[in-house]
């Protein structure tokens, strides 16, 4: 790096700062400093923008998995006052209960663990179901309809069924009206071995199958944006009773 000197006692300052730059630019110094510059402001802003990508769309899978964007877990019904306070924030919202039990047909059973589904679930993603309708395999976005359920694979075999049977829980007889080959929720709850069978929750008190001391998961699901899903969950960390969680 060259240096200018002058003997001129008063030589300005700034007009000594300003040569020696434009000697360091002639001899390429600034210039590799720049382009180094340069391409280092480049780098982190791509790896910024990569990193929200994969943000976003962990984000967005984890939805997926839930089958909403929170789910508060709870041994015991869900209280009235969560699902108030999603609604006074404009959060989309469902519930689910989830309990094993017995699914029979022709004198068979099964051990099952069976899920009754609110309106509108999923809030995020989709059943994969085979239909009676449908030669492929169809994507919902709605729970069974009442009176009817979806079974897995590994039921309709072990209990030789096959679309339109008929089976049993508690004291009601459902229609087998789909296999259930993907649900939206079963990534969040990977130690079920039982297979799953889907119900429509207002066929649930019919069935007589919750009783005092019966071993039941309830779930309130919500959906929405971030700003107001920020300020339910810290609302709702605040009223977590004993057997609750998010």
């Known amino acids: 790096m060259r240096l200018f000197t002058t003997q001129h006692p008063t030589f300005p300052l700034y007009q000594l700062a300003w040569q020696q730059l434009k000697a360091n630019w002639r001899a390429g110094d600034l210039r590799v400093l720049l382009l180094a510059l340069v391409l280092a402001v480049a780098a982190i802003t791509s790896v910024n923008a990569f990193s929200q990508r994969i943000a976003n769309h962990l984000n ?3 939805g997926i998995l839930l ?8 041994d015991h019904a869900i209280p ?44 995020r ?23 009817e359920v979806w079974l897995e694979p590994r039921l309709m075999s072990v209990l030789g069924l096959q679309l339109g049977s008929q089976v049993t829980l508690g004291v ?6 789909g ?12 130690f079920s071995f039982a297979p799953r069978v889907m119900m429509n929750a207002q066929d649930l008190a ?20 971030p700003p107001e899903l920020a300020t339910f969950t810290t609302w709702i960390q605040s009223q977590l009773q004993r057997g609750e969680r998010v």
């Open 60 to 62: 967005s899978q984890g």
């Open 67 to 74: 089958g909403g964007d929170l789910v508060v877990i709870s």
């Open 80 to 123: 009235p006052t969560y699902v108030q306070q999603a609604q006074a924030l404009g959060l989309r919202h469902t519930q689910t209960t989830e309990f094993p039990s017995m699914l029979v047909h022709q004198g068979r059973s099964q051990i099952s663990e069976i899920k009754a589904l609110g309106e509108n679930f999923p809030l």
């Open 125 to 147: 993603g989709d059943f994969s179901v085979q239909l009676p309708s449908s030669k492929t395999i169809a994507l919902v976005t709605q729970p069974p309809a009442p009176g």
């Open 172 to 177: 009601q007889t459902f229609n087998v009206a």
């Open 179 to 190: 296999v259930l080959e993907r649900e939206p929720s079963r990534g969040g709850d990977m």
């Open 206 to 225: 019919a069935t007589e199958l919750i009783q005092y001391g019966s071993r039941v998961k309830y779930q309130l699901i919500v959906a929405g944006n």
